[in-house]
């Protein structure tokens, strides 16, 4: 079982900047990667960033330069900062996890609703 606590979504106007938190919980040993994705009305979810145990990052390339994804050291948590927010970045966030076991399995939070608008 894998528990989430996301947090920061929100509406702001175009060229603003938001914060997301999660904060992840469960009975696994160790994670590998944490991160978001988002969905978008009437579009498929998609990966925003990713960052592992390791502290490598992949991020979309709608992301680049604008969205940084960070992790706690010693506590199972990711952030997201987003500036320069367009209203195409209007979106359901969801948090991610991928344990660090064989299968590897991956696990979304519910998500947060990041609204960009004037």
């Known amino acids: 079982q894998v528990q989430f606590v996301e947090s920061g979504g929100g509406l702001v106007q175009p060229g603003e900047s938001l914060s997301l938190s999660c904060e992840v919980s469960?009975?696994?040993?160790?994670?590998?990667?944490l991160g978001w994705y988002r969905q978008a009305p009437e579009k498929q979810r998609e990966l925003v960033a990713t960052?592992?145990?390791?502290?490598?990052?992949n991020y979309a390339a709608s992301a680049k330069g604008r969205f940084t994804v960070s992790r706690h050291s010693f506590k199972r948590m990711v952030n997201l900062q987003m500036n320069s927010l367009k209203s195409e970045d209007t979106a359901v966030y969801y948090c991610?996890?991928?344990?660090?076991?064989?299968?590897?399995?991956?696990?979304w939070g519910e998500g947060t609703l990041v609204t960009v608008s004037s």
């Open positions: 469960g009975t696994f040993a160790a994670i590998y990667a």
């Open positions: 991610y996890v991928q344990v660090a076991s064989a299968r590897g399995m991956e696990y």
């Open positions: 960052i592992t145990s390791g502290g490598s990052t």
